[in-house]
């Protein structure tokens, strides 16, 4: 999970993506004015961003919304600090 997770991050654009869904649940036609990019590159990014489980996205109507998946963020956090954990430990 967490290897596919930082697979996603590892783009801007995707990263960005997460930045708007912060801050509430966009569809996608909301999220695209915010890039010069084509319907297809931007649907492209949103599916990697599903896939790795960041991303939800529900049908309202003949909008698809999509919303930050807190719960996997807050995997790969606590997956990204037992690093930091083993490394305290490793320096007593």
Do not use: C
Request: aromatic share 6%; hydrophobic share 40%; charged share 25%.
């Amino acid at each position: 999970m967490a290897g596919e997770g930082f697979k996603a991050l590892a783009d801007p654009t995707r990263r960005r993506i997460l930045e708007l869904l912060r801050g509430s649940d966009l569809t996608a036609g909301e999220l695209a004015e915010h890039f010069d990019m084509s319907k297809p590159s931007l649907s492209h990014h949103l599916a990697t961003l599903k896939s790795a489980g960041l991303v939800r996205d529900e049908r309202h109507g003949q909008n698809i919304v999509y919303s930050l998946n807190t719960t996997v963020m807050q995997d790969l956090i606590g997956w990204f600090m037992g690093f930091a954990d083993n490394e305290d430990n490793g320096d007593e």
